[in-house]
């Protein structure tokens, strides 16, 4: 009899126990989901997402972007020549150094996701939730254009906010095709930007900033618009799982991306990697005489050259970047 009663006691605790857990376990989900949705977290969740995102995505694809920014800047000012190729400037920057030499400049392009990504894929958000209530509320859906506006104008105001961590990265990339005694040996991105600052002037912190806007634009009216409207119209037209659609607009918006922006981030690496020669004046005045000199001196298609490695390094950041956006707002929402 007495052990029936302490077994029917033992039974009753644990009861007990368990319905207080689930209880304080209820209370801990209620008060996280709570804290997401005040106003606060909702408005800045598009941003937080956003930088994260990006920052695991450029952590992925930064030796592709080291090699794309080498070919670029090869042949500067020349119109013939040997055309290098991904895997001449890998063997080039292997053989002069070791593997890790391929994450270059990791700590800025994380700082320029950390405010670049942020900034464009928040206010991104941002737009097309105010665009969303307003098309709602007049009894239509969201159009092209509208994503379009919404793209261009998030890409344009992000630019202007990321570009000194922009210009750092470029710096730091190619800094090791200089002589060894002209080399600044930028330690890290804080290094390169006070560096920048002293011996150039806080505004050339800005260097190359009128391409890098336009190329902002091009890059997300490619990427943001046409993942937007790739995602609706395969949702719209196929039964395919959520994955296959999230990963099937992603690879369409990373081609669109790589199309438009191509031209002004090859203009962009140019004004951003020179440098004052004897005579005290900078190769380039600006963007417009960027482009007329490369193509009176170089050719129109230079502006495409390494079309593939930019594609292989901006499709699938694209592609990290809007999946990892995608899931993280299926987790906040």
């Known amino acids: 009899m007495s052990n029936t009663v302490k077994q029917a006691a033992e039974a009753a605790r ?15 989900a209620v008060a996280a989901s709570d804290f997401l949705h005040t106003p606060f977290m909702r408005a800045a969740l598009p941003f937080i997402n956003g930088g994260i995102s990006g920052m695991v995505a450029t952590t992925v694809i930064q030796p592709v972007d080291m090699i794309k920014v080498r070919i670029q800047l090869a042949g500067e000012g020349k119109a013939g020549g040997p055309k290098p190729t991904p895997l001449s400037v890998t063997r080039e920057i292997l053989a002069s150094g070791k593997a890790l030499d391929l994450y270059t400049g990791l700590s800025a392009g994380l700082l320029r996701q950390a405010v670049y990504t942020t900034a464009r894929l928040g206010f991104f958000d941002t737009f097309m939730a105010r665009l969303t209530r307003r098309a709602k509320d007049q009894g239509h859906a969201v159009g092209f254009a509208e ?5 261009l104008s998030a890409g344009g105001l992000a630019a202007m906010i990321g570009n000194p961590a922009d210009l750092a990265l470029i710096r730091m990339q190619s800094d090791g095709l200089k002589p060894v005694a002209e080399r600044k040996n930028y330690r890290s991105v804080v290094d390169a930007l006070g560096s920048i600052a002293r011996s150039e002037g806080v505004a050339a912190l800005w260097a190359g900033a009128a391409p890098t806007v336009v190329r902002a634009m091009a890059l997300n009216f490619g990427q943001l618009a046409f993942f937007s409207e790739a995602k609706a119209q395969l ?28 031209p002004f981030d090859f203009v962009k690496t140019r004004l951003q990697k020179q440098s004052r020669g004897p005579d005290g004046k900078l190769p380039y005045k600006g963007m417009v005489d960027c482009f007329a000199k490369v193509a009176r001196q170089e050719g129109v298609m230079r502006f495409y050259r390494g079309f593939g490695t930019y594609y292989v390094r901006i499709a699938p950041h694209a592609m990290v970047t809007l999946i990892v956006a995608d899931y993280l707002g299926f987790l906040t929402k």
């Open 147 to 151: 994503r379009a506006t919404a793209g």
């Open 14 to 28: 644990a009861r007990t126990n368990d319905v207080v857990n689930s209880a304080r376990n209820g209370s801990v």
């Open 235 to 262: 949702k719209k037209r196929t039964s395919w799982e959520t994955n296959a659609v999230t990963l099937s607009a992603s690879a369409v918006a990373g081609f669109f991306a790589s199309f438009f922006s191509l």
